[in-house]
Each structure stands twice: as structure tokens, then as C-alpha cells.
């Protein structure tokens, strides 16, 4: 069975901080990869998707994540953090295993001080 | 353009009593699901349909019914609500691939 792990469910970052939040998968098939962000009292938004063109992805926001094989991660950056940046990420994957499903990870908040 | 919609956005039930929450989306997705979202679990899949009249269960189906008559709609029955089933409820919807998922804004379900 797929699943998603994501390290730390809380990150602090001072403002204009590097962003790293971490994602590991385990799928015995490459993966359809994604990070959405949720920011309170919202529905969670996409901010980028792997779909196996290209090992490092760019989303909105000054977001990117790169795919290592290898490690089994996804993990998302950003190199300098903004308070706007704060919210809860979610790493998610999608194969197609009879219907497409979409696992989540636990997510992790994001927290940017001044 | 309206996504997706659900109804209501909140909800009180006592222990017991059934419900219907609403999902709509003018999309045209053909894949729809609902999720139920926990503090420190992550959204957690409860029921999807890849199409009309097609449904199937996810990782938390139990105490929930679906059903998909058309395209458009996709809601969530409740028959006999349990308060481990307060929670904060998301419908979402996707293209007939491997695309993003389009999330509706949430219901928020107490159930006393």
C-alpha cells in the first residue's frame, strides 16, 4: 500500500529563511507526486506536481520541490521564507490502482516568525 | 466559474441522527471524492467515484454512504452520526487523469 510520510508536523523559520519541509513516499510504481497548501479555513490549493517530466519541479510562490528516486522524497523548498508563507503544507501522492486515489500525508505547519 | 461547492458549511448533530453533506462541482470532472481532515492526520479518503453510477471505498468508509447520479454531484450520507465523526469534511474533484485535486471550501460536522 502507498503511502506518505512527512517529517516534523510543526516547522518554525525566521523570516527570509531557507524553507525545507521533508516528504518520503513508498510506492512500488513511480508516483504522481503533489504539495498542497491549506491556509486557515480555506480547502487545501495546489502549489506543484511531479508528473515525471522533469526531477525538479517549480510551483507558485517561490515554491519547488525535487524528486529523488533514490531516497524516495519529495521534499519542498524555499529560499527565503515570507510571513504570508505561513500555513499547513501537505505532501500527496496519486496512482491509479483500480481508481485514482489520492493519499495525504500528515501535513506540516509552517510557522514564520518576524 | 463556481469549482466546487459544498453545503453546509457547518453543522451541529446530535448522536444518532443522519445527514447529508452536499458536493457540487461544474467542472465536468469525471473523479470526485470526500475527504475528512483531523488534526495531525492529514485528509484522510473516505469514499471516490470515477464516474457516474461508479463509486468505491477509501481508507475510512465506515458510518458513510455515497452515491453519483450525475456528474455534477457527489454527496456524503451519514446514517447514524457517531462523535467520532466531528470533523472537518472536504470534497474534491479532478480530471480523468493524474491532475490536481480541486477542493471545495469545507464542512465543519460537531456531533454531540
Known amino acids: 500500500a502507498q503511502s506518505v510520510t512527512q517529517l516534523g508536523s510543526h516547522v518554525s523559520v525566521s523570516e527570509g529563511a531557507l524553507v525545507l519541509l521533508r516528504c518520503n513516499y513508498s510506492s512500488s510504481v513511480p508516483p504522481y507526486l503533489f504539495w498542497y497548501v491549506q491556509y486557515p479555513n480555506q480547502g487545501l490549493q495546489l502549489l506543484l506536481k511531479y508528473t515525471s517530466a522533469a526531477t525538479l519541479v517549480k510551483g507558485i510562490n517561490g515554491f519547488e520541490a525535487e524528486f529523488k528516486k533514490s531516497e524516495t522524497s519529495f521534499h519542498l523548498t524555499k529560499p527565503s521564507a515570507h510571513m504570508s508563507d505561513a500555513a499547513e503544507y501537505f505532501c500527496?501522492?496519486?496512482?491509479?490502482?483500480?481508481?485514482?486515489?489520492?493519499?495525504f500525508g500528515a501535513g506540516t505547519r509552517l510557522f514564520v516568525k518576524a | 466559474n463556481a469549482g466546487v461547492t459544498q453545503t453546509p458549511k457547518f453543522q451541529v448533530l446530535k448522536t444518532g441522527q443522519s445527514m447529508t453533506l452536499q458536493c457540487a462541482q461544474d467542472?465536468?470532472?469525471?473523479?470526485m471524492s470526500w475527504y475528512r481532515q483531523d488534526p495531525g492526520m492529514g485528509l484522510r479518503l473516505i469514499h471516490y467515484?470515477?464516474?457516474?453510477?461508479?463509486?468505491d471505498q477509501g481508507e475510512v468508509p465506515n458510518g458513510y454512504n455515497v452515491s453519483r447520479s450525475t456528474t455534477e454531484d457527489f454527496p456524503l450520507r451519514l446514517l447514524s452520526a457517531a462523535p467520532s465523526q466531528t470533523s472537518v469534511y472536504f470534497c474534491a474533484s479532478m480530471p480523468g487523469d493524474f491532475g490536481e485535486l480541486f477542493f471545495g471550501e469545507g464542512s465543519r460536522l460537531t456531533v454531540l
Open positions: 500527496a501522492v496519486t496512482r491509479n490502482t483500480g481508481g485514482f486515489k489520492t493519499i
Open positions: 467542472m465536468n470532472h469525471e473523479y
Open positions: 467515484s470515477v464516474g457516474a453510477g461508479i463509486t
